[in-house]
């Protein structure tokens, strides 16, 4: 029989997020439920449970209140619960909840800890990878499929263009994306029943480990204080749909006038020639990754044009570390976008990704030489590995940061959003090296100098057998289609345009317009287009001169992940879809109706 230990944290609505200005934290004294992304925990808990048997406890941290999260979960099948609640654990930030946690899951044993992808009110995965790390156990991050055969486990993970085949043995910590497994509808009656189930109180007198590691006083990243980012308001020029080719030409006319349909001439920070010298305890690093053609990710490239600039402020240097033999054939383009110098790790173990290999191989190279800050993309590998290379060495880590900053200090301040982008919180670190993940597409992007000319230093470092194995990496992305994170152009997609059917004939716009092309959540769930597409609070962050919203309501979910579009054009059918609030320029219509003459006109118009 399985022992499944379920990770749960219980959030507040995001529409009522509610902050202590004295210690800088959340009130969860309002509405709560349990994150999104745990709720496929449980459910996933539940299906392994009916397939194989399983003793099932689901465990969070928090205040008394929290106690409502677990009985819920009980009501879903758990068998029994344990809610670490202690004033002791107060104003812990991801690391040290991670420790708290696995200090009361070590003694147990479990054979699979499953916890959500990651939780929506701060946006943060860390905690699963954090927890992994400091238990020394395995992990598979962003699971959407997952098989059992005695001790193996073989797992589809979600990945920036697709998705990734691994193999690991259990024990295994699985943090679950959406589509592995349909939350559970709690049956009436259930929640009475529920009541009778054993649930523990656990104190911090009850963790084998010191109260120096724990809450506020053992976190290493604080806030330094909590800024409200408005929503963008738009006042939206409403056009006659009846005649859709006037319509068009209309829209077309308008958004000439606007300069919307004149490529953007981005007038980028231009890279020195000059080559600076690595100085102790002054150098940047930036983590280089490639994608599936073997190319540098833009995303890499954004990190490490913003190092340029801040290793020239620290007096030290931006330094690219490549891991694998493979990645010293970069060192020309890394050079030409800021880096001083190129590291490459090399070790076999390095040559199949797994996250536990990568994170110990730079953990050793920055025991020895103590840089000032490690950047890592907030890609879907960066957030797999990136937490665990901060549980080893004990260090703080802003996820998912949207700015870099240096204070008067030389500190680090790591911008944060959270809460679909309401809120922006300058964090700093307590530990050296500094650490942060950085989304793509919200640094700027230096202009290259391809005269720069740097030393390539190769490292070999020692590594254990890794604790996961990558079997292949697939592909889903439409090469027909502008990279959405560099396009100037996107078309997004609601679940109003129908169906598969739909998507294809919006897609043919796309192409027209020499554009990208995103979705909603609910269209990536439904499976229409691929996850990598989705824009919003639990997808990305675009920034297109133009762009248009296709059957999208416009909830808040997905607007966050536009706020910087310059232009946005909608078409919905709903005078009172809230998209409308954002829109520039709106067409209330069905979409069938107007797209061919909107394709048409801007063949034309493109021509």
Same mark, same amino acid.
């Given at each position: 029989?399985l022992?499944? =230990?379920?990770? %749960?944290?219980?959030i507040?609505m %995001?529409?009522?997020a509610n902050f202590d200005?004295?210690?800088?934290t %959340?009130?969860r004294?309002?509405d709560n439920?349990?994150?999104?992304?745990?709720?496929?925990a449980v459910a996933?808990?539940? @299906?392994?449970?009916?397939r194989?048997?399983?003793?099932?406890t689901?465990?969070?941290? &928090?205040p008394?209140q929290?106690?409502a999260?677990?009985?819920?979960?009980?009501a879903?099948?758990?068998d029994?619960?344990?809610l670490?609640?202690?004033?002791?654990?107060?104003g812990?930030d991801?690391l040290?909840?991670a420790?708290?946690l696995?200090a009361?899951?070590?003694?147990?044993a479990?054979?699979l800890?499953l916890?959500g992808?990651?939780?929506?009110?701060?946006?943060?995965g860390?905690?699963?990878?954090?927890?992994a790390?400091?238990?020394?156990?395995?992990?598979?991050?962003?699971?959407r499929k997952l098989?059992?055969?005695? =001790?193996?486990?073989?797992a589809?993970r979600?990945?920036?263009?697709?998705?990734?085949e691994v @193999?690991t043995?259990?024990?295994?910590?699985v943090t679950c994306?959406e589509?592995v497994a349909?939350?559970?509808?709690?049956?009436?009656?259930a929640? @009475?029943?529920?009541?009778s189930?054993p649930?523990e109180v656990?104190?911090?007198?009850k963790l084998n480990i010191? $109260?120096?590691?724990l #809450?506020?006083?053992? $976190?290493?990243?604080?806030?330094?204080?909590?800024?409200a980012?408005e929503?963008p308001?738009?006042?939206?020029?409403?056009?006659?749909?009846?005649?859709?080719e006037?319509?068009?030409? $209309?829209l077309?006319?308008r958004?000439?006038?606007r300069?919307?349909?004149?490529p953007?001439?981005?007038?980028?920070r231009a890279?020195?020639?000059s080559?600076r010298?690595? =100085?102790?305890?002054r150098?940047l690093?930036?983590?280089?990754?490639?994608n599936l053609?073997?190319?540098?990710?833009?995303?890499t490239l954004?990190?490490?044009?913003?190092?340029?600039s801040?290793?020239?402020?620290? #007096?030290?240097a931006?330094?690219?570390?490549g891991?694998g033999?493979s990645s010293a054939s970069?060192a020309?383009?890394?050079? $030409?976008y800021?880096? !001083?110098r190129?590291v490459?790790l090399?070790?076999?173990?390095?040559? &199949?990704?797994?996250?536990d &290999?990568? =994170?110990?191989a730079v953990?050793?190279l920055?025991r020895?030489r103590?840089?000032w800050?490690i950047f890592v993309?907030a890609? @879907?590998r #960066?957030? !797999?590995?990136?937490p665990?290379l901060a549980?080893?060495? #004990?260090?703080g880590?802003t996820?998912?940061?949207i700015g870099?900053?240096?204070?008067s200090?030389?500190?680090l301040v790591?911008?944060?959003?959270a809460f679909?982008?309401?809120?922006v919180?300058?964090?700093?670190s307590?530990?050296?090296p500094?650490?942060a993940?950085?989304?793509s597409?919200?640094?700027?992007?230096g202009?290259p100098?391809?005269?720069?000319?740097i030393e390539?230093?190769?490292?070999r470092?020692?590594l254990?057998?890794p604790?996961?194995?990558?079997?292949?990496?697939h592909s889903?992305?439409?090469?027909t289609l502008e990279?959405?994170?560099s396009a100037q152009v996107v078309?997004?997609?609601?679940t109003?345009?129908?169906g598969p059917d739909?998507?294809?004939?919006?897609?043919?716009?796309?192409?027209t317009?020499r554009?990208?092309?995103c979705?909603?959540?609910?269209?990536t769930?439904?499976g229409?287009?691929p996850r990598?597409l989705?824009?919003?609070?639990?997808?990305?962050?675009?920034?297109p001169?133009l762009y248009?919203?296709i059957?999208i309501?416009g909830?808040p979910n997905?607007t966050v992940?536009?706020?910087?579009a310059?232009?946005?054009?909608?078409i919905?059918?709903d005078?009172?879809?809230p998209?409308f609030?954002?829109?520039?320029?709106?067409i209330?219509?069905?979409?069938?109706?107007?797209?061919?003459?909107l394709r048409?006109a801007f063949r034309?118009?493109?021509a």
């Amino acid at each position: 029989m399985l022992k499944i =230990a379920v990770l %749960i944290k219980q959030i507040p609505m %995001i529409e009522d997020a509610n902050f202590d200005p004295v210690t800088k934290t %959340i009130r969860r004294d309002g509405d709560n439920v349990i994150s999104a992304y745990d709720l496929r925990a449980v459910a996933l808990a539940m @299906e392994l449970k009916a397939r194989f048997g399983a003793d099932t406890t689901v465990i969070t941290m &928090g205040p008394p209140q929290a106690r409502a999260a677990i009985e819920d979960a009980l009501a879903m099948g758990i068998d029994r619960g344990v809610l670490l609640s202690d004033r002791a654990f107060a104003g812990a930030d991801t690391l040290a909840t991670a420790r708290a946690l696995a200090a009361w899951l070590k003694p147990r044993a479990f054979d699979l800890i499953l916890a959500g992808k990651y939780s929506l009110d701060a946006e943060t995965g860390q905690v699963g990878p954090e927890v992994a790390a400091i238990l020394r156990v395995a992990q598979a991050s962003g699971v959407r499929k997952l098989e059992i055969d005695g =001790a193996a486990i073989k797992a589809e993970r979600e990945s920036d263009e697709g998705y990734e085949e691994v @193999e690991t043995a259990m024990p295994c910590l699985v943090t679950c994306a959406e589509r592995v497994a349909q939350p559970i509808k709690v049956k009436a009656g259930a929640t @009475e029943a529920a009541k009778s189930k054993p649930l523990e109180v656990v104190g911090a007198d009850k963790l084998n480990i010191d $109260s120096s590691q724990l #809450g506020f006083a053992g $976190s290493p990243t604080w806030v330094s204080e909590v800024r409200a980012v408005e929503t963008p308001k738009t006042s939206c020029t409403f056009i006659d749909p009846d005649d859709p080719e006037r319509a068009a030409a $209309s829209l077309i006319e308008r958004l000439d006038r606007r300069g919307a349909l004149t490529p953007r001439q981005s007038v980028r920070r231009a890279i020195s020639l000059s080559i600076r010298k690595p =100085a102790a305890k002054r150098d940047l690093w930036v983590i280089v990754e490639t994608n599936l053609a073997g190319a540098v990710t833009r995303a890499t490239l954004e990190i490490l044009s913003r190092a340029d600039s801040l290793a020239s402020q620290l #007096g030290g240097a931006a330094i690219a570390i490549g891991i694998g033999a493979s990645s010293a054939s970069h060192a020309g383009v890394l050079a $030409s976008y800021g880096a !001083d110098r190129m590291v490459v790790l090399d070790a076999s173990e390095l040559d &199949g990704y797994s996250p536990d &290999g990568v =994170a110990r191989a730079v953990a050793s190279l920055a025991r020895e030489r103590t840089p000032w800050g490690i950047f890592v993309s907030a890609s @879907e590998r #960066g957030r !797999d590995w990136g937490p665990r290379l901060a549980a080893d060495l #004990g260090l703080g880590l802003t996820g998912d940061a949207i700015g870099l900053e240096l204070d008067s200090q030389d500190r680090l301040v790591a911008l944060k959003a959270a809460f679909g982008g309401n809120i922006v919180a300058p964090i700093l670190s307590k530990t050296y090296p500094q650490m942060a993940t950085i989304r793509s597409g919200v640094l700027e992007l230096g202009e290259p100098n391809a005269a720069r000319r740097i030393e390539t230093e190769v490292v070999r470092v020692k590594l254990d057998a890794p604790l996961s194995r990558m079997i292949r990496a697939h592909s889903l992305v439409d090469t027909t289609l502008e990279a959405l994170e560099s396009a100037q152009v996107v078309v997004g997609i609601g679940t109003g345009v129908g169906g598969p059917d739909g998507v294809a004939a919006v897609k043919d716009l796309a192409r027209t317009l020499r554009a990208g092309m995103c979705a909603t959540r609910r269209v990536t769930d439904a499976g229409w287009v691929p996850r990598q597409l989705q824009v919003g609070l639990t997808g990305k962050s675009i920034d297109p001169r133009l762009y248009f919203a296709i059957g999208i309501r416009g909830v808040p979910n997905h607007t966050v992940g536009i706020k910087r579009a310059q232009t946005v054009v909608a078409i919905n059918n709903d005078p009172e879809a809230p998209i409308f609030e954002r829109a520039d320029f709106g067409i209330v219509a069905d979409w069938k109706a107007v797209l061919p003459a909107l394709r048409d006109a801007f063949r034309n118009r493109l021509a």
